[in-house]
């Protein structure tokens, strides 16, 4: 299954709920939607974490983020609605892409290294249909694990 790469805590606030975007500075061509995994980056920084919550204070949004998410693997599951700049939430910013995301679903950590851009990941919990396939950069992707 597809599958996108994003930082915490971003990703933690998308799976409890609370955001209904991923934001990025690229959208996928041609343009997928469907099943979509989560997966959380490698790294997180205190810095992110600060920041988030300053966001998240600012707005004035009742969320307490938790000291540490997990990383490095796939924690979750959504459909990719659409991909625009025009979505309108606290959370969307004009000057990136707005992934917006409908039945976000958490999965149990399932370790794996995460990819720039969509990628081809597997969740014993996730299934393994594909509404749609094409290769990025070139590549053929395959559905072998």
Request: charged residues 20%.
């Amino acid at each position: 299954m597809l599958a996108i790469s994003i930082r915490q805590p971003w990703l933690w606030l998308i799976l409890e709920g609370h955001r209904p975007i991923h934001t990025d500075d690229w959208r996928p061509e041609p343009a997928y939607r469907g099943d979509i995994l989560l997966h959380a980056s490698k790294s997180q920084t205190k810095k992110e974490f600060q920041a988030a919550q300053e966001f998240i204070n600012f707005y004035g949004l009742d969320i307490q983020l938790p000291e540490s998410c997990p990383v490095g693997g796939i924690v979750g599951r959504a459909n990719l609605v659409k991909v625009c700049r025009d979505y309108e939430s606290v959370w969307a910013d004009p000057m990136l892409w707005s992934w917006v995301l409908s039945n976000v679903q958490k999965l149990p950590l399932v370790e794996c290294k995460g990819q720039k851009g969509l990628f081809i990941a597997h969740h014993p919990m996730a299934g393994t249909k594909l509404h749609a396939i094409y290769p990025p950069f070139g590549e053929a992707w395959s559905l072998d694990p």
